[in-house]
């Protein structure tokens, strides 16, 4: 493994993560004009972010750290230098926004999707879009099924976004 893509970037609002061939990025409000970038270890970052529904605030210190303040929880994450994380090519398209309480659906149906390795098709959440439904997360372990929709906007696309259950959970 790429150690550099165990780490997601934060850079002018926007928070990437990719394995050099795709690319997913979500953009992020402040309320400041302060800026900063660089590569923070996502494990740590997840971790520290896993259910929160407020504020977050994160900050650069110039130890190599980002402190990373939930309001109950404040956490110093090591960070390296935003140009030693890979070249992100420019988005070729953008499928929408999920909004609050969508994050909670992927979670649980991250729960529904399989451990089982030998069966890749089946360890995604499947981010399904069309017109009419909206967006609505999928996901099954050959047993159990999870379907439920997703609150944001989208564009219709052909085929659904396979999002790792392990990113997720």
């Known amino acids: 493994i790429i150690p550099i893509v165990q780490n997601v970037l934060v850079r002018d609002y926007e928070v990437t993560a990719g394995d050099l061939e795709t690319f997913a990025t979500v953009g992020l409000v402040s309320d400041t004009d302060t800026t900063f970038a660089a590569a923070i270890e996502h494990k740590p970052l997840l971790a520290a972010l896993k259910g929160i529904k407020g504020t977050v605030t994160l900050t650069y210190n110039h130890n190599g750290t980002v402190k990373v303040d939930t ?75 999870y379907k439920r929709g997703v609150a944001g906007t989208c564009e219709p696309q052909d085929d659904p976004m396979l999002i790792p259950a392990a990113a997720l959970k």
């Open 71 to 145: 309001g109950s929880l404040v956490v110093s994450v090591p960070a390296m230098p935003a140009a030693d994380y890979p070249l992100v090519p420019a988005a070729e398209r953008s499928i929408g926004r999920v909004y609050d309480g969508g994050m909670e659906v992927l979670y649980t149906a991250a729960t529904f999707a399989s451990a089982d390795e030998k069966r890749p098709s089946l360890t995604s959440v499947a981010l399904v879009t069309d017109n009419e439904q909206g967006m609505e997360a999928v996901s099954t372990d050959s047993y159990r099924l």
